[in-house]
Structures are given as structure tokens and as C-alpha cells.
């Protein structure tokens, strides 16, 4: 099952943007490719499900983490650790290691690439799970994130009698200015996110709000007092089989790759000569 999900989080991993480099360590690149294959393995293929914030957090630590253990092994250069018994010792037992991860890893990907799923199979699927591609009721939101309620209410009153692109235009620049959210840099943008993803006063204020307005209360959480802006919303529609048929292929592929690999591990252990010692 372990197996499963980590190649799941490389499946999901590939779908994403082309890699381009987000800063560079004595002249060693991270790349957002590199970040992000450590971020959906990490959780497991779940990180896209996390709330904005709390993946921009996630991100920002793995890259000072990724920053850090580059300076590390610089200066571990400089000062002859490559050259130390201790190294040399430690990376044979680990390359002994990586060895046999490596070789299962590709043998894993060669089973799941030969199995095949034909579109009478997806269909069936599609047809025989229809709640299961339900694209649920969404908003765009923004947020000013602060301390206390009463600086909430300022900026609330602030706002006042401001609307369209106006009042848009203000929000963004008193999020810039005064917000202490992780969001801020971007006017508080957290994109669009379905009932649940937020706290739960959080979820309660904004789905009940009008396209284009703000709170006319501070909106307290565990992190402080919200003042939110509705950008947008969606509502709830059923996905047509065209949008939701790669998914399908690769959730049907699971299910069988995790089958084969079940009835493939009786035939190797029924091969093999397996002695538990005391």
C-alpha cells in the first residue's frame, strides 16, 4: 500500500508546471520541480488539497530547509568531510541502500506503465461513480489577516462606501500594508477553495458573502481577525467525462497495479526462501 501511494504522489507530481529555478546556492539551482516532488511526496499526493496558506508555509520551509542543507554540505566540502573515513564509510551503506530503492522504484513504474485500461472501462467508471466528479461549489477569496478585532474594524470602516474596482484596488493595497497573513505579498489572494477547506468561521463568512464586497465584520480564527473579499463564485457543476477521463485511466490504473502487485508478491514469496530468525 506504501508502494502505492508513493508512486500515486509521482503520478500527480508529473502533472505539474514545467520546472524553472527558484534560487540558486552558490551556484546550485532549486528548482520548483525539486520542491515540488518533495512536497506531494511528503504528503502523500494531498498537498494540492491543502489551504492556500498552509501550503505556502509547507513551501516556503522546504526551500530554507533545501537553502540550508546546500550551505551545509558546501562548507562540509570545504572543510574535507568528502575525504573522511566517516563519509566514506556512511555513503557506501547508504549508496547499498538508495541501490535497491532505485531498483524497486523503476521495476514499480515498468509494472504500472505496462498495465492498460481501454475506454469501455473508463466509461464504465464515469457512469457507475457520478458523485464522485461532482466539481464542487467554489470562491476566490482575499484576505487581510491582524491581530486584534478592533484594527479589523478600522480597516472595515476604512473600506466604507467603496465598491467595484475601487474598492478591489484598496483591499489589495491594505493587504499589502498592514495584513500579517502568508498571503500578503499577494493582496491576500488565496484562490479559489470548496466549503470546509478554511476555518470554520472562515467558511461561514465568505460562502455566505456577495461577489465584489467584504466582510462587514471581523472574522476571528485561531490565526487572528479576517477581514475577507469575495473575488468570485462557482458553483457547484458535474464534470463531463472528456475533463475527468485522465483521472479515471489513472485511478482504474491503481486499482489494478495495486492488484497485480498483491497477486505478484504471493508468486515471489511462494519462490523464495523467507527464514524469520530469532
Known sequence: ??????????????TLVNATVLVSVNGNDITSEEVNRVLMEGTQGRFDSLPTDKQSELRQRMIDGMIAQRLVFNDAQKSGVLTTKEFKSEYQAAAARLKMQ????????????????????????????????????????RHILVKTSEEALSIIKSMKGLSGDRLKAEFIAQTKAKSMGLSAARGGDLGYFPRGQMAPSFNDAVFSMKEGTISSEPVPSQYGYHIIYLEDKMMARKMNFDEVKGFVEQRLKMDKFKMYIDKRMVLLRSKAHVTYVK
Open 1 to 14: 500500500m506504501k508502494r502505492a501511494l508513493a508512486l500515486w504522489g509521482i503520478l500527480i507530481s508529473a
Open 102 to 141: 532505485i531498483a524497486v522504484k523503476v521495476w514499480e513504474q515498468r509494472q504500472f506503465d505496462a498495465i492498460k485500461v481501454n475506454l469501455k472501462e473508463k466509461k464504465a467508471y464515469y457512469d457507475a461513480n457520478p458523485d464522485y466528479f461532482v466539481d464542487k461549489e467554489k470562491v476566490h477569496a
